[in-house]
């Protein structure tokens, strides 16, 4: 079968062709600005669309990969082969009691906005992390001493054979940089996080403050993954790239910033490929130097050109 009759079915599924996009540049979607071209990419809205793009991939032996708001992702230049679910347009995030219900594609900080405008306490750490909610549980991302899973109470995922599972804090096993969502391969479909009553003037405050140390100290100017490489046991991987003099250093069009040793910033039409040489030539050099080995925070997928 001709790989664009193959996908052409999945219309039966998702029936707006605008939201099954054939050969589209994923670069468009990552916040590195690069990466080559999903096979095709599909923007569901529905948990029901999700579960059925899953099966059909399933019954046509298709892998899926799913892409949050690409704020964590270096995707190879010859992009990914298969299905891509962009959860974009999973984007509702309603008010339950004290809690917030966000479903994958909503935006953390917009959350952490809502949260905000409830008058509630609990999410202002993820005031400046541009990733998606499906991407913090995820990852259980953290800033400033506050994590995911501090608030997290429960999670509503896919498996990867399109069964919603509804999974109790304990079931999340979140860890650092880590979960069950990123262990077994599920699909974030929507997290429920249980917050407390709290004065809005000093939500926003913290907030105003965490969103200005993350100015200052960060190269938000420049496109970049955030933090390339976690924090290793005893170490500050930035301090461990600043020591080994690796600040300013460059391969292509991608940098070793000069403000924040931890990021890697975009200066100059870089691609996947100069990401992640460079990513080799760091950890390289700090072993060397250091002789800790610096592991990547930042996911890497897809395939070469
Ligand atoms: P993506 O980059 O789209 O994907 C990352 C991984 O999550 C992929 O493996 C993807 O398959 C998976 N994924 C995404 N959504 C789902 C889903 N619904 N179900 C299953 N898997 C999914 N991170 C921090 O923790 N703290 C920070 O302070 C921080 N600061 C940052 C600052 C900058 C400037 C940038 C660019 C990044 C920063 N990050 C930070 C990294 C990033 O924002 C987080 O890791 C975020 O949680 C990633 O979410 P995403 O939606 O962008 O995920």
């Keep these: 079968m001709k790989k664009s009759d193959r996908y052409k079915r999945l219309t039966d599924i998702i029936d707006d062709p605008d939201r099954v996009r054939c050969d589209e540049l994923l670069s468009h979607y990552t916040f590195t600005k690069t990466g080559g071209k999903a096979d095709v990419l599909i923007l569901p809205k529905t948990y029901e669309e999700v579960s059925a793009i899953v099966r059909f991939a399933g019954v046509n032996q298709l892998p899926v990969t799913v892409l949050g708001n690409g704020s964590n992702l270096i995707i190879r230049d010859g992009g990914i082969r298969g299905i891509v679910i962009h959860t974009m347009k999973l984007n509702a995030i309603r008010l339950q009691g004290s809690s917030i219900i966000a479903q994958c594609g909503a935006a953390i900080i917009d959350v952490s906005r809502f949260a905000l405008r409830c008058h509630l306490t609990g999410l202002e750490f993820a005031c400046g992390i541009p990733g998606s909610t499906g991407g913090a549980l995820y990852m259980n991302a953290g800033a400033y001493g506050g994590e995911t899973a501090d608030v997290l109470s429960h999670a509503v995922v896919a498996d990867r054979s399109g069964r919603l599972i509804e999974l109790s804090r304990d079931q999340l096993e979140m860890g650092y940089r880590q979960s069950a969502i990123s262990k077994h391969d599920y699909i974030a479909l929507e997290g429920t996080f ?21 100015e200052s100290k960060q190269p938000l100017e420049y496109p970049s993954c955030g933090s390339v490489f976690k924090r290793p046991p005893g170490h500050y991987a930035g301090k461990l790239i600043q020591d080994s003099g690796l600040q300013g250093t460059r391969i292509g069009g991608v940098e070793v910033s000069q403000k924040h040793a ?16 460079l990513i080799h030539y ?5 072993k060397e130097k250091s002789g800790v080995d610096l592991q990547t925070e930042v996911r890497i997928i897809g395939e070469d050109k």
């Excluded at 709290?198 to 140390?213: A, F, N, P, V, Y």
């Design 282 to 286: 760091v950890q390289k050099t700090v």
């Design 194 to 214: 249980t917050l407390e009553k709290g004065e809005e003037e000093k939500i926003r405050e913290q907030m105003d403050h965490l969103t200005h140390l993350r």
């Design 262 to 277: 931890g990021f890697m910033v975009n200066v100059d039409h870089g691609t996947a490929t100069d990401y992640i040489k």
